[in-house]
């Protein structure tokens, strides 16, 4: 599994609620899911030539929200993931329930570049209307051979666009 220092390592972030039966149960409670159970958060590696590997997890009251904590999990799997000899470029991919202040600070301080999403809301729509035109740059989507522009909609995203900055450090 350990690729190659050219290759790129996504980490993956990612939490479900798991139903359980029983009152007595310790930790379950109703969470957004309005189901009694447990929410466990995990946090998966994988690379273009294997399966994601399970490399951090936490059990956690089901009525927790999703991103709770979750900048010390991350923190953990990534010293995880460099101790298992990983030496290649780390991409860290979440959904818009851990994008925090905190995580972004875990992937600056260990050098990995990190793809999180943001939910749009009216702050975030004003940022991205405020960006010049010339800082855009197109975007390939999955087996595409054209990029596409990037003021164009998405057909899964509207907002889904990127702004050519360089990467951190």
Not at 141 to 168: D, I, K, M, V, Y
Request: hydrophobic share 40%.
């Amino acid at each position: 599994m350990v690729p190659s220092a050219d290759e790129v390592v996504f980490v993956d972030i990612d939490s479900k609620v798991k139903q359980v039966y029983g009152p007595a149960k310790q930790g379950a409670s109703f969470g957004y899911t309005k189901v009694r159970g447990l929410h466990f958060q995990i946090v998966t590696v994988k690379t273009g030539t294997c399966a994601p590997v399970i490399v951090a997890t936490r059990l956690r009251r089901g009525s927790a929200g999703s991103g709770k904590g979750v900048a010390s999990l991350l923190r953990e799997a990534l010293a995880t993931v460099r101790a298992m000899g990983i030496t290649a470029q780390i991409i860290v991919r979440a959904d818009s329930a851990y994008f925090s202040h905190k995580v972004v600070e875990v992937c600056r301080k260990v050098g990995a570049r990190f793809s999180l999403a943001v939910a749009v809301k009216k702050k975030i729509r004003e940022a991205i209307a405020g960006i010049a035109e010339k800082a855009w740059t197109p975007r390939r989507n999955a087996g595409s051979p054209t990029p596409r522009s990037p003021r164009s909609p998405s057909p899964r995203s509207p907002a889904r666009r990127r702004r050519s900055t360089p990467p951190p450090g």
